[in-house]
T-cell receptor, first 114, second 113 residues
Framework: AQSVTQLGSHVSVSEGALVLLRCNYS??????LFWYVQYPNQGLQLLLK??????LVKGINGFEAEFKKSETSFHLTKPSAHMSDAAEYFC????????????FGTGTQLKVEL | DTAVSQTPKYLVTQMGNDKSIKCEQN?????MYWYKQDSKKFLKIMFS???????INETVPNRFSPKSPDKAHLNLHINSLELGDSAVYFC????????????FGQGTRLTVV
């Protein structure tokens, strides 16, 4: 079975500061890893994903994440936060042969302050 | 053109009633899902259908019954609604192959009073 842990249910940064949202996973087989963003009263939108190949993946809106197998981590970063980045962020995992079922972390609410 | 659309967006109903939520996707995907997001924003899969066949059925009360008339539609019917069913229900679709992106609908906020 797979699981995802997101450290920090709330993260607050200043506009222009580095954004770092943490995600650790547990999986008995190589995972596929995702970051989704949810704006208020909206559905989820894919930011980026890791399947195979390059471990540093770039996504939309300037976000990127690095898959570190040795640390079982897939942390999300953005060099400079913008007010429009304020949202809920979810890390998720699926497995090969798992019917592409997403197992989500508990989410991190990102607040961006002036 | 909306990729995954679900209706209604808001649903307020009394305990004991039966209600349905409809979902349609125009992405040509073969797999559709229902996810439940609780008041703490935790997301958990409920069901998944691949080409109209049920492939994932998590521990969901049998008051919840999904129906897929074709691979572009997945509806969710809920009988005898309870207060604890209040949540946001998301429909999603993707290809079955692991690692492919799932596209989500806007959600249906169900409030049981």
């Amino acid at each position: 079975a797979q699981s995802v842990t997101q450290l920090g249910s709330h993260v607050s940064v200043s506009e222009g500061a580095l954004v770092l949202l943490r995600c650790n996973y547990s999986s008995s087989v190589p995972p596929y890893l995702f970051w989704y963003v949810q704006y208020p009263n909206q559905g989820l939108q894919l930011l980026l994903k890791y399947t195979t190949g390059a471990t540093l993946v770039k996504g939309i809106n300037g976000f990127e994440a690095e898959f570190k197998k040795s640390e079982t981590s897939f942390h999300l970063t953005k060099p400079s936060a913008h007010m429009s980045d304020a949202a809920e962020y979810f890390c998720a995992v699926t497995l090969t042969g798992g019917g592409n079922k997403l197992t989500f972390g508990t989410g991190t609410q990102l607040k961006v302050e002036l | 053109d909306t990729a995954v659309s679900q209706t209604p967006k808001y649903l307020v109903t009394q305990m004991g009633n039966d209600k349905s939520i409809k979902c349609e996707q125009n992405l040509g995907h073969d797999t559709m899902y229902w996810y439940k997001q609780d008041s703490k924003k935790f997301l958990k899969i409920m069901f998944s259908y691949n080409n109209k066949e049920l492939i994932i059925n998590e521990t969901v009360p049998n008051r919840f019954s999904p129906k897929s008339p074709d691979k572009a539609h997945l509806n969710l019917h809920i009988n005898s609604l309870e207060l604890g069913d209040s949540a946001v229900y998301f429909c999603a679709s993707s290809h079955l192959q692991g690692g492919t992106e799932a596209f989500f609908g806007q959600g249906t906020r169900l409030t049981v009073v």
